[in-house]
């Protein structure tokens, strides 16, 4: 029998990279975890393994969360698996996907902002009193507006920003309903897609920067980092973790 007791959090993206390595360290901390998909199942499959092997129980859940139906599914299969979250981490982004953009220019704003305000509202009727959500951004998204952008990514941080920017705006609306929404931004991130479809179009970007701040973070110090916020209850609503690279180092 499942240990109804342990909290439960969903990480969107936890396949890979910055989501698996958040959905380790959460299991790691006594959560069981539900972990979405897009098109890495094996993958995911793995993870959960993984979560499993380390005492936690785990759902694996195929969605794509730019479609409605998807994301009825997904919230469907936690109602039924646990009936409740404590904590939902946004993670799951894109727009550097050259097929997924060139079918569809409006692509990036449907996932990085569309998709991030209707996985919260999935998850709303399922979140805990003293419930948390962590929205994963960048530092060059985090900043939009105020630092210079890569031309490839600028669609990218523009709607990481709108997406940011509707989640706070209902920050409000989420502590009447005793939720935390925390930011965490981080700046290249080692071991991830990002800075390797950028080195497409913009070669050396990644050494550019180690060479200006020093080491990059990893997967596991941006994992350890998201769950770190979930624990915290002494972090405030709204508040911003910084990971990697202070962000005055952009301008």
């Not at 530092?139 to 706070?168: F, I, M, N, T």
């Amino acid at each position: 029998m499942p240990d109804t007791l342990r909290p439960v959090a969903l990480v969107t993206g936890g396949s890979r990279g910055i989501g698996a390595a958040t959905a380790l360290a959460l299991a790691d901390a006594g959560y069981d975890v539900v972990i979405t998909y897009r098109n890495k199942a094996a993958r995911a499959e793995e993870v959960a393994t993984t979560l499993r092997d380390r005492g936690a129980a785990a759902l694996v859940t195929g969605a794509d969360i730019t479609v409605p139906e998807e994301l009825a599914r997904l919230f469907t299969a936690v109602r039924e698996w646990r009936g409740r979250l404590d904590a939902l981490v946004l993670n799951a982004s894109g727009g550097l996907e050259r097929d997924l953009v060139a079918a569809d220019p409006h692509y990036p704003m449907r996932i990085n902002r569309d998709a991030q305000v209707a996985l919260l509202e999935g998850a709303l009727p399922l979140l805990a009193p003293d419930g948390v959500i962590v929205l994963v951004t960048s530092h060059w998204a985090h900043r939009y507006g105020e630092v210079r952008q890569l031309p490839s990514y600028e669609p990218v941080a523009a709607s990481k920003y709108a997406g940011e920017q509707a989640l706070r705006s209902r920050q409000e609306e989420l502590e009447a309903q005793g939720l935390r929404l925390i930011v965490v931004t981080g700046d290249v991130i080692e071991g991830t897609v990002t800075p390797r479809l950028l080195e497409r179009t913009s070669r050396g970007f990644a050494a550019a920067r180690r060479a200006r701040v020093g080491p990059l973070p990893t997967t596991e110090d941006m994992g350890r980092a998201i769950a770190a916020s979930v624990l915290d209850r002494t972090l405030a609503s709204g508040a911003t973790i910084v990971v990697g690279g202070a962000l005055e180092s952009l301008a």
